[in-house]
T-cell receptor, first 115, second 115 residues
């Protein structure tokens, strides 16, 4: 089954304790992206990647890191989480070639609470 | 900059009736993609339908159709024969087809289907 898999689905942590949210896709997609969803602010892009070893900042990259060492994986790293990073996080992937459609498929989301 | 406006925070519809969710957009780009996503209470983001800016025909996917009026910059979602399982948040989104390929989301419409 084609899917984007995020882990963990739920996470409660404390300020300053490094954490990683994993994202993996089995569709051989070149493009991957992280978004966060906050009430009243909607979904905003954090980082994106056009292919292996190619990453760049989105709208709200502060406090986050990413890496793309393999095509299928795109982990989101919070080196020193703070309470304002409490949010619902989504990973998404899409192909880049083949015309305009290139739908972004989303993972199930990760609910993060930073105390 | 791209902007998506959804003016209906909430809507009710009777089961088996059709419903239209409004979406207007603003962009200076000539090439863009328009999407609708469904977010049920469980939180995942589910792709429903896509319309390219150069597509002359309105997109359809099963019970979903997109009423695309380019001159009016509107991309309304029509759900025919509503089902109880259609109760969810619905987001209209636009993708910039250059650069970041980020999705810009509207604020969403909460649809409740009544028996």
């Amino acid at each position: 089954e084609a899917q984007v898999t995020q882990n963990p689905r739920y996470l409660i942590t404390v300020t300053g304790k490094k954490l990683t949210v994993t994202c993996s896709q089995n569709m051989n997609h070149e493009y991957m992206s992280w978004y966060r969803q906050d009430p009243g602010l909607g979904l905003r892009q954090i980082y994106y990647s056009m292919n292996v070893e190619v990453t760049d900042k989105g709208d709200v990259p502060e406090g986050y890191k990413v890496s793309r060492k393999e095509k299928r994986n795109f982990p989101l790293i919070l080196e020193s989480p703070s309470p304002n990073q409490t949010s619902l996080y989504f990973c998404a992937s899409s192909p880049l070639a083949g015309g305009g459609k290139n739908i972004q498929y989303f993972g199930a989301g990760t609910r993060l609470s930073v105390l | 900059a791209q902007k998506i406006t959804q003016t209906q925070p909430g809507m009710f519809v009777q089961e088996k009736e059709a419903v239209t969710l409004d979406c207007t957009y603003d962009t200076s780009d000539q090439s863009y993609g328009l999407f609708w996503y469904k977010q049920p209470s469980s939180g995942e983001m589910i792709f429903l339908i896509y319309q390219g800016s150069y597509d002359e025909q309105n997109a359809t996917e099963g019970r979903y159709s997109l009423n695309f009026q380019k001159a009016r910059k509107s991309a309304n979602l029509v759900i025919s024969a509503s089902q109880l399982g259609d109760s969810a948040m619905y987001f209209c989104a636009m993708r910039d087809d250059t650069g970041r390929r980020a999705l810009t989301f509207g604020s969403g419409t909460r649809l409740q289907v009544q028996p």
